[in-house]
């Protein structure tokens, strides 16, 4: 028998210990209507956090955690120090809200844990990040999100370059080229960064599909994987 066999819905059960991400995504269809003993199951999961296959499915599929702790606990998923797996399944499982249902606190907080997500760590979890960061930005924070394109990571670059061209490519294409000529990346990272912002500009005069509209979306590996590979760490110079 499994870890939560007694007092849980056999759909609940199945939710809790799929270890595959397509077996996960089937198990939450099936998951339309909770009862009162599945509530009261998930919150206890998510108050001991000790469960990592049954708490990373939750962070996933953050709509089945009780509205009135969701955004405490991919909080605490994003700033997770031992599971890094919790940092990946929460930055996934944002992607999936609605980031104007945040209050303007919320917004803060999820977007600085991002920030230090994309600072820290490498691999899918940056990658991720960085697209799940999009939604928590506003132009103010297109300096800072500049100084984030000497990431290690290529998809990760991209991604933010994705966000900073749709950001600050208007009403003046050479604020865009003065702000990464400015900013303190390599001077190679700044050339690159220039010729693929004038490579989207071509692009667009031609009438082709720009190559840096839209993010790319790594590969999620499942949780037992990790433990034959671990999800890597960076840090920025």
Sequence with gaps: MGIFSTGTSPDLKAFFEAEDLDDLLEARSKLRQLDEKDIKKIRFTLKKWNKPQAVANLLFHPFLIPEDIRISCLLKGLRETENQYYILASAVGLQGIDSTGFSQEE??????????????????????????????????????????????DETTRHNILCWLIRTAEEPDHDVFISMASSSNIPEEIQKEVIEKFQEHLKQKETGESSSFVMP??????????TAKSPLSKTKLA
Excluded: C, Q, W
């Design 107 to 152: 917004r803060k907080a999820i977007r600085e844990s991002l920030i230090l997500i994309l600072k820290t760590s490498g691999g899918v979890i940056s990658a991720r990040a960085s697209v799940s960061i999009r939604d928590f930005l506003s132009s103010r924070d297109t300096s800072a999100m500049f100084e984030l394109l000497s990431h290690p």
């Design 216 to 225: 790319l979306y790594a590969y999620i590996p499942n949780l037992r994987d």
